[in-house]
């Protein structure tokens, strides 16, 4: 079956002032579904076009030479879209609780220097990508990735990540990249986080 773009789990407005209205509808609406129109497109008629997205994206490999590009980009952007919604909400923020918190002190040493490393690999990110918390065997690490690249392309489990492309900050934050992540932890939705720590872990 089709990909289809998930309906947002809040309304337009609802993380505002950290991310304005017309920014999570442009994202929403026009981005999220062009990686889903063009992914649609690229699988029609190959054996994977029923596939989750997840299991087309842990092997590439599998995705015929002509298309895996196209895969990659706009699947890869379909499926990290989702889970960014998923793991952004009105009621976010603070810090996490429990074995996340304890697996981010125990990686990081606390949770304000987990903040500066996921900072620092998403301003320094060259162009367009992600910063992400991934789990990499028992580790959590920080990781940044170019473009719609998704780290479980290559075996990682992505918990968390924050899309730095212009098209996620530029009508309110312009080119002040570094703010807009300062505002993004204040949307974070650490249950969702938790809840993807504990079927990973």
Same mark, same amino acid.
């Given at each position: 079956?089709?990909?289809?773009?998930?309906?947002?789990?809040?309304?337009?407005?609802?993380?505002?002032?950290?991310?304005?209205?017309?920014?999570?509808?442009?994202?929403?609406?026009?981005?999220?579904?062009?990686?889903?129109?063009?992914?649609?497109?690229?699988?029609?008629?190959?054996?994977?076009?029923?596939?989750?997205?997840?299991?087309?994206?842990? $092997?590439?490999?599998?995705?015929?030479?002509?298309?895996?590009?196209?895969?990659?980009?706009?699947?890869?952007?379909?499926?990290?879209?989702?889970?960014?919604?998923?793991?952004?909400?009105? $009621?976010?923020?603070?810090?996490?609780?429990?074995?996340?918190?304890?697996?981010?002190?125990?990686?990081?040493?606390?949770?304000?220097?987990?903040?500066?490393?996921?900072?620092?690999?998403?301003?320094?990110?060259?162009?367009?990508?992600?910063?992400?918390?991934?789990?990499?065997?028992?580790?959590?690490?920080?990781?940044?990735?170019?473009?719609?690249?998704?780290?479980?392309? $290559?075996?990682?489990?992505?918990?968390?990540?924050?899309?730095?492309?212009?098209?996620?900050?530029?009508?309110?934050?312009?080119?002040?990249?570094?703010?807009?992540?300062?505002?993004?932890?204040?949307?974070?939705?650490?249950?969702?986080?938790?809840?993807?720590?504990?079927?990973?872990?």
């Amino acid at each position: 079956m089709a990909y289809t773009v998930p309906p947002l789990p809040y309304p337009y407005e609802a993380l505002e002032p950290h991310i304005d209205k017309l920014t999570m509808e442009v994202h929403h609406d026009k981005h999220h579904q062009a990686y889903v129109d063009k992914v649609n497109a690229a699988l029609e008629g190959t054996p994977l076009a029923d596939a989750p997205i997840e299991d087309v994206l842990s $092997d590439l490999s599998q995705v015929p030479d002509a298309k895996r590009m196209a895969v990659k980009n706009n699947g890869g952007g379909h499926y990290n879209h989702t889970m960014f919604w998923e793991n952004m909400s009105p $009621d976010g923020g603070g810090e996490p609780d429990g074995a996340l918190a304890d697996a981010i002190g125990s990686a990081f040493g606390s949770f304000a220097d987990f903040q500066a490393k996921v900072k620092e690999t998403g301003v320094n990110q060259f162009g367009s990508g992600w910063s992400w918390l991934i789990l990499d065997g028992s580790s959590l690490a920080v990781v940044g990735s170019a473009n719609q690249d998704n780290p479980i392309s $290559d075996g990682k489990t992505p918990l968390l990540g924050v899309d730095v492309w212009e098209h996620a900050y530029y009508l309110k934050y312009q080119n002040r990249r570094p703010d807009y992540i300062d505002a993004w932890w204040n949307v974070v939705n650490w249950p969702k986080v938790a809840e993807r720590f504990a079927a990973a872990s």
